[in-house]
């Protein structure tokens, strides 16, 4: 059983920065672990996923040149480090794992967090 814990979630206005953390009970090389978001009334769509060990990432359109998905092996941590923020940008973020390879926005994921929520103000 993976334990996926977010935090790092807040206020900011736009054009501010977060960084969310999830913290993870199994890091290892071969793990695909993902940022997805979503906000009122619309469907969870896929951030940034990152290949543990290997360093392959994907990132939605919407984010990229924004966005940094990055890990920590010695503390077993995913980081998203989210720049130049915008009101589209709110919505609860979620931490998300799987074994193995496909990895990346469209793939099915086992392991979910409880979420963290992020709110841009105008």
């Known amino acids: 059983q993976e334990h996926l814990v977010e935090s790092g979630g807040g206020s900011v206005q736009a054009g501010g920065s977060l960084r969310l953390s999830c913290a993870a009970s199994?890091?290892?090389?071969?793990?695909?672990m993902g940022w997805f978001r979503q906000a009122p009334g619309k469907e969870r769509e896929g951030v940034a996923s990152?290949?543990?060990?290997?360093?392959?990432?994907k990132y939605a359109d919407s984010v990229d040149g924004r966005f940094t998905i990055s890990q920590d092996n010695a503390k077993k941590t995913l980081y998203l480090q989210m720049n130049s923020l915008k009101p589209e940008d709110t919505a609860m973020y979620y931490c998300?794992?799987?074994?193995?390879?496909?990895?990346?926005?469209?793939?099915?994921?086992?392991?979910w967090g409880q979420g963290t929520q992020v709110t841009v103000s105008s």
């Open positions: 199994t890091f290892t090389s071969g793990n695909c």
């Open positions: 998300a794992w799987r074994w193995g390879y496909p990895c990346g926005l469209k793939v099915d994921f086992g392991y």
């Open positions: 990152l290949l543990i060990g290997f360093g392959a990432t």
